[in-house]
């Protein structure tokens, strides 16, 4: 049997075809269009999925499940995607606008904690019954694996992991509130970091790499300067991964997952992020004698983590233990 | 059927008969006598145990189960508590040595694990599938229960809600993190708070209160000393309730509970406590459209939370949901 899975983006919906392995055998590509109304959007995700199954020749008898990761707060239990700013979702009956297409049952989700799942069963934490998976972007997305199932709260509206205060009376965060950890340890808290300190060092790498135009700073810029022996940069690094760092102890005393999965785009530094960031962690833990704690791992899935968790979402449970064993985390 | 459930302190054990409503109808007491070994400690346990049972008049046949809540990291699956300090236990096997007086099943949590699932079945968060317990004394102590049960992690180690850092680089904590919510949410943070703004404001009730012997502030007098309008106590406890309004805005953010249950020495302000804390936290919450959000309410049970979250262990998954239906919660 097949799994459909359908990760519904800002600018792009990808769907792919998985099979009871997790592997992705079609795929499928449009664009969102999220200025047009919801019903079309989802008419749209219909669409791709017939289009995905013939190129594929599977029918409908050989799919167990279509399931969608979106951003926004999900209604899991009725399908419903409650609100939605980016894409204008309010109250979209996501669920039965697709089963008027697609007769099959369809599950709905976030598309941050729909990442968690796959790279939780499947990814960098496959084999564990808990995880938790972290993405570094512009913000800090955050899905927590309890038991080889998405955990969301009673209201599917937890695991706001980049929302946790960090620095009471800190810095003003998107969210209204101060001191999040998302102001901080999110790429965008990275560059703001870095802009701040390049501006007070113009002889710095920091600031020539990109010839005091201090707009071009990236979040990969600081760990360039500091590859480049560029003492600015790696303090900049160094005082960003404190941060991260806090947020990851807090995630461990608190939830205790086997393995937290480190993802999005700051992630792509690698090593040059997991080896000094451990460190830190390893010194901050509430540790006590002879108890083992989490171990931290880069993503594996990149951005296909969204259509594998969203497929996943159909797995029942006993497969779910099953497929964790053998994904590409366990290769 | 009857269950046993025995909460283990520094300086009592206690434990009581629980029938299958989760009533307490037979209670034992015996100091604990800590500097002895844990060989000892353990005898005394069954010793007082035998006795309840022959007090009611009840069987080893009539008993599915011995529940034990201990301080210190439990390892569940193996009946041993890891660790305690206070007790000086290192690796104790807490289930062999009593199955050597009691021919029964033992299970063996924290006791602060014990105490949420008691409040989480039977007590404040009755009815309620998630809840976390969070306890305001000396430290803050915390339980997260998801599904009906227990949840702390992959090593029995999680919920250690206090030492999550609230403000990065702040005050040095017991643990030896800086900033833990602990150090300024638990009952001795607001003591600290206290003492040092009485310090300064030498005309303030706060200080008259104890007669400048600052020694002599306790949790309480803080409270006391607003109810009856010093500016600098009412000060004091609204500062005290913001960094409390973080930490549970930060639980409610990543778990998303239905309830949140709020115990130890502090609650005992009741509403004075929780009315500003409401407020404080539904100003802060990164609430969503359409989402309802976690409740906040005071402990019920007291000190029997311990003997009766520890009898809890035992109770099989279905009777742990119907049991929830009829706790003094519900009543």
Known sequence: MYYLGIDLGGTNIAIGLVNEEGEIV?????????????????????????EVMAKAGVGFDQITSVGVGSPGAPDVENGVIIY?????????????ELQKYLPLP???????????????????????????????????????????????????????????????????????????????????????????????????????????????????????????GDAVGAAVVDKYLDYLAVGVVNIINILQPEVIVIGGGVSKEGENLLVPLKEKVARECYGQEGIPTAELRLALLGNDAGIVGAALLGFPPEKRALVSLFGPGRK
């Open 106 to 228: 369809v599950y709905v989700d976030n598309d941050a904690n729909c990442a968690a799942l796959a790279e939780g069963l499947l990814g960098a934490a496959g084999g564990v019954r808990h995880s938790v998976t972290i993405t570094l972007g512009t913000g800090i997305g955050g899905g927590v694996i309890i038991d080889h199932k998405i955990y969301s709260g009673f209201n599917n509206a937890g695991s706001e992991l980049g929302h946790m205060v960090i620095e009471a009376s800190g810095k003003l965060c998107s969210c209204g509130r101060r001191g999040c950890w998302e102001a901080y340890a999110s790429a965008r808290g990275l560059v703001e970091m870095a802009r701040e300190a390049a501006a007070q060092a113009p002889a710095s790498l920091l600031y020539t790499m990109v010839d005091g135009d201090l707009s071009k700073i990236t979040a990969k810029t600081p760990f360039d300067a500091a590859k480049q």
């Open 26 to 50: 079609e795929r499928g590509n449009a664009p969102t269009g999220r200025e047009r109304s919801a019903t079309l959007i989802l008419k749209d995700m219909a669409d791709l999925a017939l």
């Open 84 to 96: 939605n700013n980016n894409l204008g979702f309010r109250n979209v009956p996501v669920r039965a």
